[in-house]
């Protein structure tokens, strides 16, 4: 494999780690809880 194809290999790998979406975790869950929750509405 050349140092190119090396690269483009890498950059197609990052490409579709950057594509996928994380679950939500409780910590993203209970910061936006407590955002509502102090927000002046």
Do not use: K, N
Request: charged share 30%; hydrophobic share 45%.
């Amino acid at each position: 494999m050349t140092a190119a194809q090396a690269d483009l290999a890498g950059a197609r790998s990052e490409f579709t780690r950057l594509r996928t979406i994380d679950t939500p975790r409780v910590e993203d869950g209970a910061a936006i809880w407590r955002i509502a929750r102090d927000s002046e509405v």
